[in-house]
């Protein structure tokens, strides 16, 4: 079975613009997670979804934003890029909303100039 | 807030010597999972304990789950360069707002031939 994927793997960005992030989850797996990731910081959890709906949100300003499509597929965006949101960004899904384990994507890398 | 916290941040071993790395919870949890992410890569579910006290190995990898369900270790026998990364405990999340699971900062491990 294929793993999680995510698009683009790498990407630069200057401050101000916008970007799309996107992440397939394993077949079958319907809950997906965003993870922040930057040296120093640790995994910080931007927001999971399940079933097309926001389940939870962490701490990030409204920039950030995501949405699941009913194929279990995500996407997450970020606008008006700072030069603080480079970071690597990790999708993980879960086969179920209640089922813990995380199953993490490669990442994208984002570099904000 | 419930928290996950880890030591050492660092260690550095020369190959063949032992490594460990602990993990405390400020709660007691219901499991203990831990995940392993190698320079450049993601982090990878490594193993799940749910037993008070319960010891599992992988090969050269020993996890334990403490008696009061609140601290875990994973210790290394003989380590290799393979062994080379950061290792990150999670413990579920038991309030209603973040992710899935609370992850300690992680230990890196670097390891000289």
């Known amino acids: 079975k294929a793993g999680v994927t995510q698009t683009p793997r790498y990407l630069i960005k200057t401050r101000g613009q916008q970007v799309t992030l996107s992440c397939s989850p394993i077949s079958g797996h319907r809950s997906v997670s965003w993870y922040q990731q930057t040296p120093g910081q640790g995994l910080q959890f931007l927001f999971e979804?399940?079933?097309?709906?926001?389940?939870n949100k962490g701490n990030f300003p409204g920039r950030f934003s995501g949405r699941q499509f009913s194929n279990s597929r995500s996407e997450m965006n970020v606008s008006t890029l700072e030069l603080g949101d480079s970071a690597l960004y990790l999708c993980?899904?879960?086969?179920?909303?209640?089922?813990?384990?995380?199953?993490f994507g490669p990442g994208t890398r984002l570099l904000v100039l | 807030g419930q928290q996950v916290m880890q030591i050492p941040q660092y260690q550095h071993v020369q190959e063949g010597e032992d490594f460990t790395t602990y993990c405390n919870s400020s709660t007691t949890l219901s499991n203990i999972q831990w995940y392993k992410q190698r320079p450049g890569g993601h982090p990878v579910f490594l193993i799940q304990l749910v037993k008070s006290g319960e010891v599992k190995k992988q090969k050269r990898l020993t996890f334990q789950f403490g008696e009061a369900k609140k601290n875990s270790s994973l210790h290394i026998t003989a380590t290799q360069t393979t062994d080379v990364g950061t290792y990150f405990c999670a413990g579920p999340n038991l309030g209603h707002v973040g992710g899935k699971l609370i992850f300690g900062q992680g230990t890196e491990l670097s390891v000289k031939p």
């Open positions: 979804y399940f079933s097309e709906t926001q389940r």
């Open positions: 993980a899904s879960s086969l179920w909303r209640d089922q813990e384990t995380q199953y």
